[in-house]
């Protein structure tokens, strides 16, 4: 039985058998579940070719007690940040991120984040709990609605790590993609880590063609772990060694943040290009990226997303000044690297990555 789950997270076989005791006709499970995800209504006296009694009892069994946005920030360049405040006084908060090229939701799938990461405001804030299917789908139906979208992005980017709240995840996962609820292609939803050990084979097996988002930052495994605590169980050869071999997942990229002084010089560039073609360097050396091109000759590289850092209060890091990064990206590409560099969107709302604190004061380290 899944009565005390949240009914946003029912699949059409839970719905099955939550509604047969009221001996209602099979054809109204796939009602049902229409106007909860296809059409993103969450009030079922909205649901009109329902029957009114059975409204009712959906109504009385099964209460929708997700909660609106408490409170929206605009940004300067078009971004909107929402806040969510659960009945349990949970707090957690969803971007959108409008383009020419399409909207992007950014939605959290953890109030706060135990990994504290050093760079990162979100991080030190703590975990307060993982957020349920229902609660990471009702962060995208609500903005959806709320910015009149019809087609978007899935970032699974917000607070939180996704695979540290797998099975919930996996829920909201198999909703989108359902081709009777929002139908979401695959490859239009990317799931961010920063690598838990065996989950990321398992995301590929359990959520096929969904793209993966690698928060891999450093190149050497001593800074990697003294910056980011949760990845010294799962070290840099391990880590690569599961995602070259799981099979099924959609495009993989490499998010990489510049922290100026810190991980931004040449041996960086150089580490970061291997890297991206799937082999942990053995040694941190220069090399002119023409070697590294020549190398890896005939070799299928990554995506390496270049990401300017977005400073906190209480937190020491600043960003690689743009001509320093531009020379970054430009070594990767010579060495063969599809690389990007992707500006801050969002910074003047703290809306940004790492900067989403739930309305809570930032962190002082």
């Known amino acids: 039985m899944v009565r005390d789950s949240e009914p946003l997270s029912f699949s059409p076989e839970d719905w099955q058998r939550e509604i047969a005791p009221f001996d209602q006709e ?19 006296g909205r649901m009109t070719n329902l029957p009114r009694q059975l409204r009712q009892i959906l109504e009385r069994q099964f209460p929708l007690k997700l909660t609106d946005s408490t409170h929206r ?10 806040l969510f405040c659960a009945a349990d006084a949970a707090r957690y908060e969803a971007v959108f991120l409008p383009s020419r090229s399409g909207a992007s939701l950014c939605v959290s799938t953890q109030a ?14 703590g975990l307060t709990r993982n957020l ?4 990471i789908l009702h962060q995208v139906y609500y903005l959806a609605n709320d910015h009149k979208l019809a087609s978007y992005r899935v970032l699974l980017m917000g607070m939180g790590e996704p695979l540290a709240n ?3 995840v996996l829920r909201a996962l198999k909703h989108l993609v359902h081709p009777e609820g929002q139908a979401c292609s695959p490859r239009r939803i990317t799931v961010s880590t920063v690598g838990i050990r065996g989950r990321i084979s398992l995301l590929a097996r359990e959520a096929p063609g969904v793209e993966l988002a690698l928060s891999l930052h450093f190149t050497e495994d001593g800074q990697r772990q003294r910056h980011i605590p949760a990845a010294r169980p799962f070290p840099l050869v391990d880590l690569f060694d599961e995602l070259i071999t799981s099979n099924g997942l959609g495009k993989v990229t490499l998010e990489y943040v510049l922290l100026d002084g810190v991980n931004d010089s040449q041996e960086d560039a150089a580490a970061l290009a291997t890297l991206a073609y799937g082999v942990v360097p053995r040694q941190r050396k220069t090399v002119p990226p023409s070697r590294l091109r020549n190398r890896f000759r005939g070799f299928n590289a990554y995506h390496v997303n270049l990401i300017e850092y977005n400073p906190s209060p209480g937190l020491k890091f600043l960003p690689t000044p743009y001509p320093k990064a ?4 430009n070594y990767l590409k010579a060495s063969g690297v599809n690389a990007t560099y992707r500006r801050s969107r969002g910074s003047d ?16 380290k």
Request: hydrophobic share 35%; aromatic share 12%.
């Open 112 to 125: 706060g984040c135990s990994f504290n990461c050093s760079f990162c405001a979100t991080g030190a804030l």
């Open 132 to 135: 349920t299917a229902g609660e």
């Open 26 to 44: 099979g054809y109204r499970v796939q009602q049902l579940y229409s106007w909860l995800h296809s059409r993103r209504v969450l009030d079922y």
């Open 166 to 168: 797998f099975q919930q």
């Open 349 to 364: 709302i703290a809306a940004a990555c790492g900067m989403l604190v739930a309305g809570k004061d930032r962190p002082k």
């Open 73 to 82: 920030a605009k940004g300067s360049d078009g971004a909107a940040k929402h």
């Open 326 to 329: 531009e020379s970054f990206q």
